[in-house]
């Protein structure tokens, strides 16, 4: 039973390491399949909390989520078995294929593969991103999604003020948003309830 | 040996420490410690090290980080930059998430549960975006419209793994594409 946890663990981190060309954010929706629906090791609410605050913190995105995954379901030997499984098929590549360098970067076969690709990570990026504002639309309800959405596209897009800083402010005030929610409505119809 | 050690150490703990946004943010903070600060690559030597680390699959940061430690001390170099740029932030993830985990039920979490949704559908967004644009860049808008209508005919109405649909794209740019750009 341990060992098949660990075997999908490996499966998957291998899959997700060796098959996201463009680095770390590329192999997101990748990540969220293996680990949600596949082998279901967190729920979507809690893949979207993780990307988050590993979005918050310095360092390569997906060999943290990789690691916390590993823990999640295996504890800290988890979290090195997933991360190596993640890493080393390519780390070990770009340094066994230090001879073979300049023909891999002239070649033109590489250059279409990379290529085709974008276009598939493309749909796969915008399909999570409509899935995440689904969730937010239910989760928060139509006006504060709607508004919250406008709030962080204006500060990520327009002020180019960085990700780590826009999570970290709406992290903070999520910690009041239900209590204000609340207040408002109780004070809603206490007031209706006076006149 | 133990101040190369420690310096391989160093340098990427620090350019992965102040990247934010994810491997690609820190490249430009390697570099400064790569080629600027220890001298350990010129800076052609380092613009050859991320073109193949662009040409191969998977995360930036280690690969770099993988190759340039091993150029620098072997596979034990390879191993302490690689651990550098992980381990750290890897570590901090971890334990913020399972402070959030024990407070689970409380609504201050749910809230930031909540709040930290539509950031992320935004974040998303954005990224779509820039990989259309990187696509349609590379091989134009009606080969990017094709085979991303057929992407998201696959990933909706079949079952198909999502790692098959990328050995297909790979196959389809290898055998078609490269013929074309």
Redesign the interface.
């Known amino acids: 039973m341990g060992w098949k946890d660990y075997n999908g663990l490996v499966i998957g981190m291998v899959r997700t390491g060796i098959l996201g060309y463009g680095g770390g954010p590329s192999v997101i929706p990748l990540i969220r399949y293996e680990a949600v629906t596949r082998y279901k090791w967190v729920s979507d609410e809690e893949f979207g909390e993780i990307l988050a605050i590993a979005n918050a913190l310095p360092g390569p995105i997906a060999t943290k989520m990789a690691a916390y995954l590993g823990y999640k379901t295996k504890g800290v030997l988890g979290a090195i078995v997933s991360v190596l499984a993640h890493i080393l098929p390519t780390s070990i590549a770009i340094i066994v294929l230090l001879g073979s360098m300049y023909a891999l970067r002239e070649s033109k076969v590489v250059a279409g593969m990379v290529a085709a690709v974008r276009a598939v990570i493309f749909v796969m990026l915008g399909m999570m991103a409509y899935e995440f504002a689904m969730k937010a639309w239910k989760g928060l309800g139509k006006v504060f999604a709607a508004l919250f959405g406008v709030i962080a596209f204006v500060s990520l897009q327009l002020l180019n003020i960085h990700p780590g800083i826009v999570i970290a402010v709406f992290l903070g005030y999520g910690v009041f948003h239900l209590d204000l929610v609340q207040r408002f409505k109780s004070k809603g119809n206490s007031d209706k309830g006076v006149s | 040996m133990l101040q190369t050690w420690w310096e391989l150490f160093w340098g990427f703990f620090v350019a992965?420490?102040?990247?934010?946004?994810?491997?690609?943010a820190?490249i430009p903070l390697m570099q400064e410690e790569i080629v600027n600060h220890y001298h350990w690559m010129t800076t052609e030597q380092f613009g050859?090290?991320l073109?193949?680390?662009?040409?191969?699959?998977?995360?930036?940061?280690?690969?770099i980080?993988?190759?340039v430690g091993?150029h620098v001390a072997g596979w034990f170099g390879?191993f302490i930059a690689?651990f550098a740029?992980?381990v750290?932030?890897?570590?901090?993830?971890?334990l913020?998430?399972r402070l959030?985990n024990k407070h689970r039920t409380s609504?201050?979490v749910?809230?930031?549960?909540?709040?930290?949704?539509?950031?992320?559908?935004?974040?998303?967004?954005?990224?779509?975006w820039e990989?259309?644009q990187?696509?349609t860049d590379?091989?134009g808008i009606w080969?990017?419209l094709v085979?991303?209508g057929i992407?998201?005919w696959v990933?909706?109405k079949t079952k198909l793994?999502?790692?098959i649909?990328?050995?297909i794209?790979?196959a389809?740019?290898?055998?078609?594409?490269?013929?074309t750009?």
Not at chain 2, 51 to 63: D, R, Y
Not at chain 2, 88 to 94: D, G, H, N, R, W
Not at chain 2, 113 to 122: F, G, K, N, R, W
Not at chain 2, 172 to 179: E, M, P, R, T
């Open positions: 992965n420490i102040l990247g934010y946004g994810g491997g690609p820190s050859d090290v073109a193949i680390g662009n040409a191969l699959p998977g995360p930036i940061a280690t690969k980080a993988a190759f091993y390879a690689t740029t992980i750290p932030s890897a570590t901090a993830l971890i913020l998430l959030l609504p201050k749910k809230g930031m549960t909540l709040l930290v949704q539509p950031v992320i559908a935004v974040l998303m967004i954005l990224l779509t990989f259309g990187l696509s590379s091989i080969q990017t085979i991303a992407s998201l990933m909706t793994h999502p790692a649909l990328i050995v794209a790979f389809y740019g290898a055998l078609v594409l490269s013929h750009m």
